[in-house]
């Protein structure tokens, strides 16, 4: 039926309602709703009866069902999908045979062309109707909404999602048809082919499209696609849609780059590669950075393809190079990574062409340069990219220095990315080095050194061969125009300063070597005059004889060529040419042979060189990366301790050091840093390689006896939780626990370091499983501490702190009231422990106090009668002591001498034994102590809760009583118990105070000992015994509070006054155990611990810093304005001192605001000129302290303060410390409104051009941070009045704002360098210096008060007023002077309920 009229695909479905030409089709009537379902029956019908030409008289239903979609029901929408397909797949079946029918109508082909069109349109708007249904319901499955939402999107899409597959074959299967011959035989109308194409951008416009279970639509798509680009010339169309939909949808840029990808290999589209990428690379660079989500789409796609397909990527790489100088780090990062991708898979390799290794240059070129990139994120994706390419071993070896050292820069970024990719591709670097399994720099160097002596060896034996192919005749020629132009200056006369110094030898031989010598020295000048003197000495005399020349100059020349040429190998021979000419044929071979040997030794010094370089950026970097262990990132950390693992591996040296580093992180609050401490000991220990159990449990056992050499007490308990956490979990062998053993009990040959390394082990083990050491107890005490321990105290001393590892846990589990493990008075334990230490107490030995401290803890720890044993041993001892002493002075014994008489001959006592017996009374005297408030306390409460149980069981058992009597009882149980609990700790407390010091007890006796020793350092000279005596003293004050109050005058004047090191370091240890056990005796003497912080010794310093972190910390010290004492220790010369201030700091900030409220204090202080701190140490303590201050609040608070105290400061340097500290803050918008309010404050101190400078830091930090534009109105507005104050003050007419209420500035007086000096000691060492001072009089002290210097200038603060102390830092402290007892710290039991 031939149709009168034509169907226009219309480009907006409203185009049909309205006639758009002649003879144009026209939808007469849009049905509704209601209707549609008959229409489609009647629809169904008539296809029956014509086919695909039926939609030609019922194409308005269908449009109407479009128009009416969102408000139809599921199953008319799947009916309506169902049919079309139907229709289509049946015109698609028939249409070969029709357009091979060369005798087609023009009807007939007009009327299947409409038929294609109107089929083709009202299916490809049902794909798009669903489409958009899918996409809104995938929208509400994300949003939280009810199940009901979720269960009615997936009833009405489940078709779709089935159809979709099949239908997009079907429109793949119709556009493979030649439907040209439907247009006459020419191209296909382009508004067909995107009607057909513009259903699969819909589809891909779908988010969820690329999910792994649509993977089989995508491909359906790419093959429809790729169908109409080769059959319709799609081309065009397709790479600006691709651009526009990557611009848009950042999800289709992988689903692009595989369509891409297998339209290049499989269909030979390669072009279209070129065409996207250039599309691409003509936007304009700056057009990103206004477009962050656009571009995130276009570097995706770049990244996928450049994986996929790189070598397509790289002949089309050019048109994208202008975006890496773009503002899009994306842009940049994307092509980048198709660089890396390109080096990877194309351009890797020996084989390369010249060209092909130009490119892969120039790409390894840009690729550093972007190391170094503005951006944080290209940065580190740049050393990811490098990474991969270390590990594809596409690096070349050329290149391999440059990005070590790149890398190693990397590493003090501040980007926590960027340091933790730079760790990853130096250990990617390890790994896949071509060089050496092992990397040590002193291993490479011997070989090195070896080698490149050899080269030059051989680079000399070259020369000295190849020397005879220019023969001296050549030479001279060369040398002529020079020897000619020398020779005719001798005819000139001789210049100014000019002197003739050559003389003629005495011999023709010597002369001609001498002339001869200047000639290879190329001194022609003298060689002519020498030569020139000798022809008139020795006229007639070979070589001086011969034709004379015309002139003079001639003969010379003559002369001197023939001494030239004569005095070079081979002249003599009788026939030079001849005797060439038999080497040439013979040395021809050898010669090529030495050339070749030559560069292969070349290449082989090349090769080593760049190991020992490598291997010393390696060394470079182990330092740099082992300061990052403690950093506050924690990807960091782990990127650190498996670096460090990595450098194990390969044998540097230095790595020990880092893997002992990472020890201590053991103990970290972070799960992830733990655990990576944990595998990165398993990989290094526990998985060694070894061809038998027994092999392996060697070599781990040697790994960690090498750890512990020279390991350090933190260190050691580091180790022992690490292996303790193996042992419970199972991972250390049988075998390692047989060989320790082995070598403990000397079965095994080994020395004994490596002896005492297992006990150390064994015991770390017996922390996780205290059967290993109890099952062999008695095996430790025979071996362990048989007779020969005096050869090794060091031994007996681990094989006592093994032992302790039985003790139980002072402080049992919740609902556990079991006995603690303890051992009878009389197991051979305790025997033998008394028995060697009172044998090694007469005997000098350096290592006898360790191993008596570690004896009488471990007697205290598991003994029953523990007092008993010790008290028995103090006997012994002194008893040894007393018999010593009368050999000495010719007496005989008396048993019933006391040992205080000890004091009256020490004189003739060894200076060891009495320091050896001072010793033992302080541990004695301190674990005593520990006992009781410990163990005793333990086991009273746990008694006590026994009975109570048992109470409560007999009551619970009687006959049942009133309900409001037992709650009754139950509360006066519950205060008996709380009540029972300070009885007890009053108990013990009294035992302490009137019991263990009296008359009665054993320590009496040597307590005068201790204190004459304290007071008398003159005649107790001996600096162990003098450090030993101050330690003990500091150990019998933690018995009594009353023993502690009388004596701490006397502890703190050897403080302060003693020479000793030792002596000073051990009192500070000890006020600080007792500031913690009678904090209130020891609060007033404060200011003396920290007058310790400035001591002149580095080691005191650094026990002082220990000490008052642990105190203030623990709250134990009241923090003050003495603090900044701590701050001065952040600039200290010593690494570890300096370590010790960061780390209290540190701590400090995670306590609130203490930072915050401490820093007005230290400003105060250390601004002050006199306290001795200068300038640029002023900076760096503060640039350290104001990076803890991270609130905003705070920081606007800081602001107004500083400015305020530009009122009350004096000073010039004081001005410039307080304008440097507001540099240091990072200003708000409400900070710079408070630098605006309080401006009066500083305006007159702007004159200084320090001042002014700091202020214009601060608004251009401001400035860069961005912000309002009213703000930066402000600033700006700050800024004019700051340049106006500071120029008015520059003027010499100029003077200061009237009414600002500060004073004139006086110049700040500066100390010399260094003078920060600590304090200096007395040098004086007489005993009367040492002993407690006399009070004086009160009238003396009143009098010494009228005569005060004037207080010193300094900047005050409402915190100093509180307080401020003068004299807080005096040396000599008299009976007034003593510090009274100030507000107490209060210790609240621990036991008491509310």
């Known amino acids: 039926m031939a149709a009168t009229w034509e169907f226009h695909l219309p480009l907006d479905p409203t185009d049909l309602l309205r006639e758009s030409g002649p003879g144009c089709y026209v939808v007469q009537e849009v049905l509704p709703a209601r209707e549609l379902p008959p229409a489609l029956t009647a629809f169904r019908t008539a296809f029956r009866a014509r086919g695909a030409l039926a939609v030609l008289q019922h194409f308005d239903p269908f449009y109407s069902l479009l128009h009416h979609f969102r408000a139809l029901g599921t199953a008319v929408k799947e009916d309506a999908l169902e049919l079309m397909m139907h229709v289509v797949s049946h015109h698609s079946n028939e249409l070969p045979a029709i357009l091979g029918d060369s005798g087609l109508s023009h009807a007939d082909r007009t009327a299947h062309l409409n038929a294609l069109k109107m089929n083709c349109y009202l299916l490809t708007g049902l794909v798009d109707a669903f489409e958009m249904e899918t996409c809104k319901s995938s929208c509400l499955e994300v949003d939280p909404g009810g199940k009901n939402k979720k269960n009615r999107t997936k009833t009405s899409g489940s078709l779709w999602e089935e159809e979709r597959e099949p239908l997009l074959q079907l429109l793949t299967q119709l556009l493979q048809l030649d439907l040209r011959q439907l247009w006459g035989g020419l191209v296909v109308e382009e508004e067909f082919v995107s009607l057909m194409t513009g259903s699969c951008y819909r589809i891909l416009e779908n988010p969820s499209i690329g999910l792994q279970k649509y993977r089989a639509t995508r491909e359906a798509v790419t093959h429809l696609l790729a169908a109409a680009l080769i059959h319709y010339d799609h081309m065009f169309s397709a790479t600006l849609k691709i651009t526009q939909m990557l611009q848009h949808f950042e999800h289709v840029a992988p689903v692009f780059a595989q369509a891409v990808s297998l339209w290049a290999t499989e269909y030979g589209l390669k072009t279209l590669v070129g065409e996207l990428l250039r599309e691409i690379g003509q936007k304009c660079p700056q057009d990103p950075a206004r477009d962050a989500s656009g571009i995130k789409g276009y570097a995706t796609f770049i990244t996928e393809l450049a994986e996929q397909i790189p070598a397509l990527v790289l002949s089309n790489v050019s048109v994208l190079l202008r975006h890496l100088d773009g503002e899009s780090y994306m842009m940049r990062n994307a092509i980048l990574a198709a660089m890396a991708e390109v080096l990877v898979q194309v351009l890797n390799g020996d084989q390369l062409e010249e060209a092909a290794r130009s490119t892969r240059d120039q790409f390894l070129n840009m690729l550093q340069a972007h190391v170094c990139d503005i951006n944080g994120f290209v940065r580190s994706r740049v050393l990811q990219l490098f990474t991969r390419i270390v590990q594809c071993k596409a690096l070349p070896l050329t290149q391999f220095q440059c990005v070590v050292s790149l890398a190693v820069g990397r590493l003090k970024d501040k980007s926590v990315v960027v340091v933790k990719n730079a760790i990853q591709l130096l250990a990617a670097f390890l790994s896949n080095n071509p060089f050496s399994c092992k990397l040590s720099c002193a291993d490479l160097a011997e070989p090195l050194k070896k080698e490149v002596q050899k080269l030059q060896e051989m680079r000399d034996r070259g020369r000295s061969t190849a020397a005879p192919t220019i023969t001296p005749e050549e030479e001279w020629e060369a040398m002529l125009p020079e020897v000619r132009a020398a020779t005719q200056q001798l005819f000139q006369p001789l210049q100014e300063g000019e002197e003739e110094v050559l003389e003629v030898e005495e011999t023709v031989e010597s002369t001609s070597e001498q002339i001869t010598r200047l000639l290879r020295k190329l001194n022609y000048k003298s060689a002519a005059r020498l030569t020139q003197k000798a022809l008139c000495r020795f006229r007639g005399k070979e070589p001086f004889s011969g034709p004379r020349e015309e002139n003079e100059e001639a003969t010379i020349l003559g002369v001197l060529k023939r001494l030239y040429t004569g005095s070079c190998p081979g002249e003599n021979s009788e026939d030079p040419s001849h005797g060439n000419s038999c080497l040439m044929t013979k040395e021809v071979v050898p010669e090529e042979q030495s050339q070749t040997e030559l560069v292969k030794q070349e290449m082989l010094v090349q090769y080593l060189q760049d190991a020992y370089n490598f291997s010393v950026k390696i060394t470079e970097a182990l330092s740099l990366i082992s300061n990052m262990m403690y950093e506050n990132c924690v990807s960091v950390v782990q990127e650190a301790i498996e670096f460090f693992v990595t450098v194990s591996q390969f044998g540097v040296p230095q790595a020990v050091l880092g893997v002992r580093r990472m020890l201590p992180l053991i103990w970290s609050k972070e799960p992830g840093i733990k655990e990576a401490v944990l595998n990165a000991y398993r990989r290094l220990y526990l998985s060694t390689s070894g061809d038998s159990e027994r092999g392996r449990a060697q070599g781990l056992v040697n790994s960690l006896s090498l750890i512990m050499v020279d390991a350090s007490l933190g260190t050691i308990q580091c180790l022992e939780e690490i292996i303790s956490e193996f042992v419970q979990k199972d991972e250390i062998k049988p075998a390692m626990i047989q060989l320790l053993w082995e070598r403990f009990t000397e079965k095994s040959q080994c020395s004994s370091l490596e002896r005492r390394a297992a006990v150390m082990l064994l015991g770390m083990m017996a922390r996780g499983k205290p059967e290993i050491i109890g099952s062999n107890l008695d095996v430790l005490v025979t071996v362990g501490l048989s007779e020969k321990v005096?050869?090794?105290?060091?031994?007996?001393?681990?094989?006592?702190?093994?032992?302790?590892?039985?003790?139980?846990?002072?402080?049992?589990?919740?609902?556990?009231?079991?006995?603690?493990?303890?051992?009878?008075?009389?197991?051979?334990?305790?025997?033998?422990?008394?028995?060697?230490?009172?044998?090694?107490?007469?005997?000098?030995?350096?290592?006898?106090?360790?191993?008596?401290?570690?004896?009488?803890?471990?007697?205290?720890?598991?003994?029953?009668?523990?007092?008993?044993?010790?008290?028995?041993?103090?006997?012994?001892?002194?008893?040894?002591?007393?018999?010593?002493?009368?050999?000495?002075?010719?007496?005989?014994?008396?048993?019933?001498?006391?040992?205080?008489?000890?004091?009256?001959?020490?004189?003739?006592?060894?200076?060891?034994?009495?320091?050896?017996?001072?010793?033992?009374?302080?541990?004695?005297?301190?674990?005593?102590?520990?006992?009781?408030?410990?163990?005793?306390?333990?086991?009273?409460?746990?008694?006590?809760?026994?009975?109570?149980?048992?109470?409560?069981?007999?009551?619970?058992?009687s006959s049942v009583k009133n309900t409001g009597n037992e709650t009754t009882m139950e509360e006066e149980l519950g205060l008996v118990g709380a009540s029972a609990d300070d009885t007890e700790a009053e108990l013990i407390r009294s035992i302490c105070e009137t019991e263990l010091l009296d008359g009665k007890h054993l320590f009496s006796a040597f307590v005068p000992l201790v204190l004459k020793i304290c007071n008398n350092?003159?005649?107790?000279?001996?600096?162990?015994?003098?450090?030993?005596?101050?330690?003990?003293?500091?150990?019998?004050?933690m018995i009594s509070s009353e023993f502690c109050d009388s004596h701490l005058r006397l502890l703190f004047t050897m403080m302060e006054k003693s020479t000793l090191p030792a002596v000073r370091s051990n009192l500070i240890i000890a006020a600080g155990d007792l500031a913690i056990r009678f904090p209130n005796l020891v609060e007033p003497w404060t200011s003396h611990l920290y007058a310790r912080l400035r001591d002149p010794c580095p080691s005191v310093r650094q026990t002082a810093g220990l000490v008052m972190t642990h105190l203030i910390l623990k709250d134990m010290v009241k923090v003050k304005g003495q603090v900044s004492e701590m701050a001065t220790l952040l600039i200290d010369p010593e690494e570890a001192i300096k370590g010790v201030a960061q780390n209290f700091f540190s701590e400090l900030s995670n306590k609130g605001n203490a930072i915050y409220n401490l820093l007005p204090d230290i400003i105060s202080r250390l601004s002050d000129p006199n306290c001795g701190v200068e300038e640029d140490a002023f900076h760096t303590i503060m640039r350290h302290l104001f990076s803890y201050i991270t609130k905003d609040k705070q920081t606007e608070s800081l602001v107004e303060k500083l400015c305020q105290r530009f009122r009350t400061a004096r000073t010039e340097r004081q001005y410039r410390d307080l304008s440097h500290c507001l540099t240091l803050l990072s200003l708000s918008e409400r900070g710079l409104h408070k630098l605006q309010d309080n401006f009066d404050c500083f305006a007159d101190k702007l004159q200084d051009p320090a001042v002014y400078s700091c202020f214009q830091t601060v608004l251009a930090r401001f400035r860069r941070a961005g912000g309002k534009p009213e703000t930066k109105a402000l600033a700006e507005e700050l800024e004019q009045k700051l340049s106006a104050s500071h120029n008015r003050g520059m003027d010499p007419a100029g003077t200061c704002q009237e009414g600002s209420g500060t004073p004139m500035p006086q110049p700040a007086k500066r100390k010399p360098p260094g003078s920060l000096c600590r304090q200096p000691l007395s040098t004086a060492n007489r005993d009367e210096d040492f002993v407690t001072p006399q009070p004086r009089t009160l009238r003396k002290h009143k009098h010494a008060q009228k005569h005060r210097p004037p207080k010193k200038a300094i900047i005050t603060f409402s915190s100093d007023e509180e307080n401020s102390s003068e004299d807080e830092l005096s040396a000599e402290l008299t009976e007034e002077e003593t510090p009274t007892k100030t507000t107490p710290i209060t210790r609240s039991s621990a036991r008491r309920l509310r």
Request: net charge neutral.
């Open 790 to 957: 005096c050869e090794d105290y060091r031994l007996a001393q681990e094989v006592c702190n093994a032992i302790s590892k039985l003790a139980s846990n002072p402080k049992p589990a919740l609902g556990k009231n079991n006995a603690p493990f303890r051992l009878p008075q009389n197991h051979m334990l305790f025997g033998c422990l008394s028995e060697t230490v009172s044998k090694g107490f007469a005997q000098p030995s350096g290592h006898w106090i360790p191993f008596m401290e570690a004896a009488v803890m471990l007697i205290y720890q598991l003994a029953e009668g523990a007092e008993q044993i010790c008290a028995h041993i103090l006997q012994v001892c002194s008893q040894q002591a007393l018999e010593k002493l009368q050999e000495a002075d010719g007496q005989k014994a008396d048993p019933g001498v006391s040992p205080s008489r000890v004091s009256d001959g020490t004189s003739s006592l060894p200076a060891f034994l009495l320091m050896h017996l001072v010793s033992l009374v302080g541990q004695v005297a301190l674990q005593q102590v520990a006992y009781l408030e410990v163990s005793v306390s333990a086991e009273l409460r746990r008694r006590r809760i026994l009975k109570e149980e048992e109470k409560s069981k007999k009551h619970s058992d």
């Open 1017 to 1037: 350092p003159g005649l107790y000279s001996d600096s162990a015994l003098s450090a030993a005596a101050a330690l003990t003293l500091g150990k019998v004050c």
